[in-house]
């Protein structure tokens, strides 16, 4: 079955970096519709960057020209890059991903994602 799992969450103060990944199994990452969400507590999950069988991608208002999501087709694995981060990026951060037979419509909305992660953390904070 499909398994997604991320890593790289951390502690960071604001301006500072972070990548995260997320291993995907029984997924073909480079032919996948994939996405990264995340949730701040006491917050809805929120889209934050999107990726489409074709490398197009889409980024929420909030984080575009500080984020870059991208994916190594070989290794199977998305990533995330967060530059310039902020306080206000604070939160769990998931992958997701959308299921074969469902479009990938470009719009970073829960309910099209099929399959999740368990979330990594990330700080933000002096």
């Known amino acids: 079955h499909v398994q997604l799992v991320e890593s790289g969450g951390a502690s960071v103060q604001p301006g500072g970096s972070l990548r995260l990944s997320c291993q995907v199994s029984q997924y073909a990452v480079k032919n996948g519709c994939m996405a990264w969400f995340r949730q701040a507590q006491g917050k809805e999950r929120e889209g934050v960057a999107q990726i489409t069988p074709p490398g197009r991608t889409r980024y929420a208002r909030s984080v575009k020209d500080r984020f870059t999501i991208s994916r190594d087709g070989d290794k199977d694995i998305l990533y995330l890059q967060m530059d310039r981060l902020k306080p206000e990026d604070t939160g769990v951060y998931f992958c997701?991903?959308?299921?074969?037979?469902?479009?990938?419509?470009?719009?970073?909305?829960?309910?099209?994602?099929?399959?999740w992660g368990q979330g990594t953390q990330v700080i933000v904070s002096s």
């Open positions: 997701a991903a959308v299921h074969w037979t469902d479009p990938c419509t470009g719009r970073l909305l829960e309910n099209e994602y099929s399959y």
